[in-house]
């Protein structure tokens, strides 16, 4: 009977839907009423023959049309909210199981601390799965001798770890995280002595473990090379213990480093990818692949048990490209001022663009293959993110290069995709490359309504106007939607600030420097990168973070920008403030002093940054200075536009 039982189940969240198209009815219709007032005032404009007011007129237009078509491409996503539960009791027994490969990738062992990448092996090993039909490879793209000592070691422990989380099934295999937890063990067995014995003597065997890579760290120089022969090993001990399938007891293991040349394109974690899939051909050659990153461990064994929940169901399997777990985060605070905890979600692995994930899964769905994104209630994997301001940026950066990559290629989701999948696919998919010009809008609406402000040039309706309704509704119903969000993810009003800060923070660094690393390409003066985030944590960052207190310690490049257009909204509202209280026209101004009163606000940080902290991770004085002498520059090219 068992069998006939449903693997998985897929449900409709039909309260979220009926929200979501709501707001997509009624935005919609308030958008259309927007443009008919921006077209007919712009008709007044070129009528009357008053050309100069085109200036600033134009590009508003322009940066609410780039707004509204991002939204509109973020309504697919958006249209059939469904939710997955996955019934990993329900597969089929063990030796019904297909077999997998586990990928993990690891790049530069001075960002990625050599301890971090051993304890996401280890979990992968003690995955609740047949030992003989699972196969861990590591591929080290550093070349690093430390790292493959470290791996020799972390397959000592693991044949001790491994059986122990099997035999008291440990709901956490990453042993950092269990030591760090109170987890006794499961019920009925947590006052065993036998059980109390067992964990003191593996915590032991972890602590010996910790310090063996230590000291391997210690004796080794490590760096991170570009030029380095192949090495394929797999580990094992002299005796060839672990070998033999039918007796192993623990999964294969198997380290990789990949032959690096500099002269050679290596098309970084793709590549590396790609060579694993070579190299586990010739060894295990599983129908499944697992990848992870050296900065992810299994926070729950059954996840691969529960991605064949899909991968087994008959309806599903034959088009089934990939299960997808959402990237969550083991290092994030309740404050998150960074918003690194991105909601909002993102097999021969495709070079061309350093957001490899995101396009082969999108020219996976090109070739008709389908996915699932499975988002159990117990994590599968959990990830770091970076915790610096600076860190963040940088990320956000090379994923930014990476989707302009994409889309300026013919691989265009609007183009490619439109021609190979369905409508809502590709607009799912067009969203996150399409969404980098965010900035264009950003740099606009950070300027131009706060010079005319200074300068006395109306922009937006008056609030006498029947289309000030329309504006108004337009920003309330944006913002309460993502609150509804927000909310509706179980998180704070908090996370709303934060997310709404971050996004144009990136928006206003991150997605135009990209934009111009893109272009430099193109031109061919710039190389495609990609900087692996620094996972090593600095104990003044940890500090800052754990406060909830931004660490402005950004490249000046970052900050420049962000304090120049805060020091220019603040100036432009209390000018434009003084004026509206001089000649008493509330009416006429009241959007655009809105404007810069809500920027001031939300990135009150930046203020304090600048003006009230004290501490290193302040804006330094040079970057405050310049930005100062920027935004003078600004207010008084309209002040002196104003006067005459
Ligand atoms: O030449 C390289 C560069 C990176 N990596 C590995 O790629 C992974 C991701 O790098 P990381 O520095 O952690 O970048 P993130 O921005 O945190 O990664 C996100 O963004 C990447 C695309 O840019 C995706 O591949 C990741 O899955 C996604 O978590 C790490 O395991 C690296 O070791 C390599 O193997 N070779
Ligand atoms: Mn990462």
Same mark, same amino acid.
């Given at each position: 009977m068992e069998s006939s039982l449903p693997l998985s189940h897929c449900h409709v969240k039909k309260t979220e839907l009926v929200i979501n198209r709501l707001h997509t009815f009624l935005h919609g219709i308030a958008l259309l009423a927007l443009f008919y007032y921006r077209l007919t005032s712009l008709t007044d404009i070129i009528k009357n023959k008053? !050309?100069?007011?085109?200036l600033p007129h134009v590009p508003i237009l322009i940066s609410e049309l780039i707004l509204s078509f991002i939204w509109l491409l973020s309504q697919a996503s958006k249209w059939r909210p469904v939710a997955r539960k996955a019934y990993p009791e329900r597969v089929p027994g063990d030796e019904k199981l297909p077999s997998i490969d586990v990928f993990i990738c690891t790049a530069d062992p001075t960002k990625e601390p050599c301890l971090k990448v051993m304890n996401t092996v280890i979990s992968a090993m003690a995955l609740d799965y047949p030992p003989d039909k699972l196969h861990v490879y590591l591929s080290d793209d550093g070349g690093s001798v430390a790292t493959l000592q470290a791996i020799k070691q972390a397959w000592k422990f693991s044949r001790l770890w491994v059986p122990f989380c099997r035999k008291y099934k440990v709901k956490m295999a990453c042993p950092e995280a269990y030591f760090l !937890?109170?987890?006794?063990?499961p019920d009925g067995k947590f006052h065993s002595t036998e059980f109390r014995a067992e964990k003191k003597e593996i915590k032991k065997s972890y602590m010996e473990f910790k310090d063996s890579v230590t000291k391997i760290i210690a004796d080794t120089s490590i760096y991170m090379s570009r030029d380095h022969p192949p090495i394929i090993e797999v580990i094992d001990d002299a005796n060839g213990d672990g070998m033999d399938s039918d007796k192993r007891k623990i999964p294969l293991l198997v380290y990789v480093a990949r032959e690096k040349r500099?002269?050679?394109?290596?098309?970084?974690k793709a590549g590396a990818l790609n060579v694993l899939l070579r190299v586990s051909a010739m060894i295990s050659n599983s129908p499944y692949i697992l990848v992870l990153d050296c900065?992810?461990?299994?926070?729950?064994?059954s996840s691969a048990r529960q991605a064949m929940c899909f991968h087994l169901d008959p309806e599903l399997s034959p088009k089934l490209g990939f299960v997808q777990f959402p990237q969550k985060f083991y290092n994030i605070n309740e404050t998150d001022i960074n918003d690194g905890k991105q909601r909002a979600v993102w097999v021969g692995f495709r070079y061309f663009s350093v957001v490899e994930d995101y396009f082969t899964g999108f020219i996976l769905h090109c070739k008709g293959w389908i996915s699932v994104y499975f988002d159990p209630s117990t994590p599968g994997f959990l990830g770091a993110t970076p915790i610096s301001l600076g860190e963040i940026l940088v990320q956000q950066t090379r994923w930014s290069v990476g989707f302009y990559q994409v889309a300026l290629s013919r691989f265009s989701p609007l183009i490619y995709g439109l021609l190979r999948t369905s409508t809502s696919q590709s607009m799912c998919y067009a969203e996150f490359p399409y969404s980098q010009i965010y900035f264009l809008s950003l740099y606009v609406l950070a300027v131009i309504p706060q010079l005319c402000l200074i300068i006395g040039i109306s922009l937006y309706p008056k609030?006498?106007?029947?289309f000030f309704v329309v504006f108004s509704f337009v920003f309330l119903s944006s913002q309460l939607k993502h609150v509804q969000e927000v909310f509706s993810a179980g998180h704070s009003i908090r996370t709303w600030s934060n997310e709404q800060r971050m996004w144009m923070m990136k928006s206003l660094t991150s997605y135009l420097f990209a934009a111009l690393e893109v272009v430099m390409e193109k031109l061919g003066l710039a190389k495609a990168r990609f900087l692996p985030t620094n996972k090593v944590v600095d104990d003044e960052q940890a500090k800052l973070y754990q406060m909830g207190v931004y660490d402005f310690r950004a490249p000046a490049l970052f900050m420049v920008p962000l304090c120049s257009l805060y020091i220019l909204n603040v100036a432009s509202f209390i000018i434009g403030f003084g004026r509206i209280m001089q000649t008493q026209k509330w009416g006429e101004m009241f959007i655009q002093a809105f404007i810069p009163f809500f920027a001031t606000i939300l990135h009150f940080p930046l203020l304090e940054g600048m003006v009230l902290r004290k501490d290193k991770g302040r804006v330094s004085p040079s970057v405050s200075l310049l930005s100062a002498v920027i935004s003078t520059i600004f207010v008084s090219f309209a002040a002196l536009v104003n006067y005459y």
């Open positions: 008053n !050309t100069s007011l085109l !937890t109170d987890e006794s063990g500099p002269s050679h394109p290596h098309h970084f900065d992810m461990y299994c926070n729950d064994p609030v006498s106007s029947p």
